[in-house]
């Protein structure tokens, strides 16, 4: 079988579902939108003015046509797999469509964060969302994000932090982090928090916390953290927090990184109380104040979840379940 998979893969995940079917003997390709831009000032300069006249974006049309003479180059596939479907024309994806004979989507985002054109959707065999409330809206088929990480039992690590988060700005999630570190220096654990930001956003986000004391641990940037890297934030820490964007009714990579390496789980996402992996001793939801934190949550020791249930999670399912391997 040949599958193709057609993403950005800002952030690295996508490489692993290439990896996971070659594993399985799937002649598998990725075409990696992220890495075509502007190769110099020249072709920066002349984009910027198009898009201010000519309202064309050169690099988007530069990238779809990459995808579209890598398909060439290739040739047939049976599956093709496209993520980001919301950065392709409707013309890019008729053209993709010809060259396999199912045509599938993932979407990493609810379509209230990030829309897709109904007819670009309607082009696609099947849609998969892990997004509770567009399952229910547009029928699409539940599909949760999965587990990329290699398990690592929770008897092997020696963590120093009580709690770990990095996350990127966002006002939503920021304003809840100020009470949240307010409640864990009351209870005097250790905790690290990394929030990244565009220019100009650190003294935004510092104001945030001008009445918090000085001890707090947060960590403000502009350099995003390579995800190769960050296991090693998590294992380092007992829990792992994760607070939900506004419009997000499904689970994050977060939660499924945790389960990898067998983390609590901190959590503003009452969803996460509907999945059948839910252990109140390893997963707390905050209530808006989070006086509902203790420290008893940090002291009991994690409850491994049964390997039945932690497969449903994984890659190897989530391949199987996309492409439909291993049907009778």
């Known amino acids: 079988m040949k599958i193709c998979i057609i993403s950005y893969d800002f952030w690295g995940y996508d490489q692993y579902i290439v990896e996971t079917l070659s594993k399985k003997g799937i002649n598998a390709h990725h075409i990696k939108i992220a890495s075509i831009t502007h190769s110099n000032f020249g072709e920066r300069a002349t984009n910027a003015l198009s898009k ?19 398909l060439d180059e290739q040739g047939h596939y049976d599956q093709i797999l496209v993520l980001n479907p919301d950065t392709f024309s409707i013309s890019t994806l008729e053209k993709i469509k010809k060259h396999t004979d199912r045509l599938i989507t993932y979407l990493y ?8 054109n109904e007819n670009k959707l309607k082009l696609f065999d ?7 409330a567009d399952i229910d809206k547009f029928g699409f088929e539940k599909l949760t994000n999965y587990i990329y990480l290699p398990h690592l039992s929770n008897d092997t690590q020696k963590p120093e932090m009580d709690l770990f988060y990095i996350t990127s700005y966002d006002n939503k999630r920021v304003s809840f982090i100020k009470t949240l570190a307010k409640r864990l220096i009351d209870l005097d654990l250790k905790f690290q928090i990394m929030i990244i930001g565009k220019k100009g956003w650190k003294h935004q986000i510092k104001n945030l916390f001008t009445t918090v004391p000085e001890n707090l641990s947060i960590i403000f940037s502009i350099k995003k953290i390579c995800h190769e890297k960050l ?3 998590y294992q380092n820490s007992k829990a792992l927090l994760d607070l939900t964007r506004e419009n997000q009714y499904g ?5 499924f990184e945790a389960l990898a390496l067998d983390k ?8 996460i109380k509907n999945y059948d992996f839910y252990n109140p001793n390893n997963i707390l939801v905050l209530n808006e104040t989070c006086s509902n934190l203790d420290r008893d949550f940090f002291d009991k020791p994690y409850e491994k979840i049964p390997e039945n249930i932690y497969y449903q999670y994984t ?3 989530w391949t199987n379940r996309v492409f439909e391997l291993n049907k009778d």
């Open 52 to 70: 201010t006249l000519l309202n064309r974006n050169l690099k988007k049309e530069k990238r779809q046509q990459f995808v579209l003479d890598s």
């Open 109 to 116: 985002d609810s379509l209230d964060r990030v829309p897709v």
């Open 126 to 132: 099947k849609i998969f969302s892990f997004d509770i």
């Open 231 to 233: 296991p090693k934030f």
């Open 251 to 255: 689970l994050s990579f977060r939660v």
């Open 264 to 271: 609590k789980i901190i959590t503003d996402n009452e969803a």
């Open 315 to 317: 890659l190897d399912y």
